[in-house]
C-alpha cells in the first residue's frame, strides 16, 4: 500500500512538471516565504509595520494555478515549501512602502519590481504598484523576460489572495492571452 503510494505520488509530480514544460505558464500562484521579509527600520507606524517610503526585499515560491485557492499557506512556518514537489521557481520582490503603507486596508500600499524565476531558467520581470485589496486586480507592465516568457512584453495581472497564518502574502497572476488581453489594455 506504501510502495503505490508513492509511486501515485511521484507519477503525479512528474506530470505537474511535464505538463509545464517547454511553454510558459500564463497562470500561476506565488507564496511570500514570510521569514525572508525584510524592511527597514524607519520609517514605521506605531504599529511596528512599514511607513510610507520604507524599502524592503522578499522571497517566495511559484506554484501552478490554483495552489493557493481559498488563501491556503504555501509556506511552512520555517520558510520551506508547503508542496516542495509543486514549486516551479522563485519570486523576489523589493520596493517601497506608499501612502499608509502596512497599515494600509485599501488601495495602492507598495511599488514594487517582481522577478519569477522559473527552475528551467526562464524569468519574467515586472514593475509598478500591488494594491492591499485581497481579490481585486491590478495591472503590472512587463519590464523584461527571457525564456519562453520572451514574447510576453505586455502586462501581467495581479491579484492578492490574501495573507497567509505567517503574515506572508499569498497571490495570483495571469498573463492575458486572446480574448482576456484587451482586459488588460
Known amino acids: 500500500m506504501i510502495k503505490q503510494l508513492l509511486l501515485a ?31 527597514a527600520d524607519k520609517p514605521v507606524h506605531e504599529s511596528g509595520m512599514p511607513a510610507h517610503g520604507n524599502p524592503f ?9 490554483d495552489t493557493l485557492a481559498g488563501n491556503i499557506d504555501g509556506v511552512l512556518e520555517d520558510g520551506s515549501p ?32 517582481q522577478i519569477m524565476q522559473f527552475d528551467n531558467g526562464d524569468v519574467v520581470i515586472t514593475q509598478g504598484t500591488e494594491l492591499a485589496d485581497a481579490g481585486v486586480t491590478n495591472t503590472r507592465p512587463i519590464t523584461g523576460a527571457t525564456g519562453d516568457y520572451a514574447e510576453f ?21 495571469e498573463i492575458p492571452q486572446g480574448e482576456d488581453h484587451a482586459y488588460a489594455n
Not at 97 to 108: H, I, L, P, S
Open 9 to 39: 505520488t511521484a507519477l503525479t509530480s512528474v506530470a505537474a512538471c511535464d505538463a509545464y514544460a517547454g511553454e510558459a505558464l500564463t497562470r500561476f500562484d506565488v507564496a511570500e516565504d514570510h521569514t525572508r521579509f525584510v524592511f
Open 82 to 113: 508547503a508542496f516542495p514537489d509543486k514549486v516551479l521557481g522563485t519570486w523576489t520582490c523589493d520596493g517601497w512602502f506608499v501612502g499608509e503603507g502596512g497599515d494600509a486596508k485599501t488601495g495602492v500600499w507598495l511599488v514594487s519590481r
Open 153 to 173: 512584453d505586455d502586462v501581467m495581472l495581479q491579484t492578492l489572495i490574501g495573507f497567509t497564518s505567517h503574515f506572508g502574502v499569498n497571490a495570483t497572476f
Open 57 to 65: 526585499v522578499t522571497q517566495g515560491y511559484i506554484y501552478p494555478a
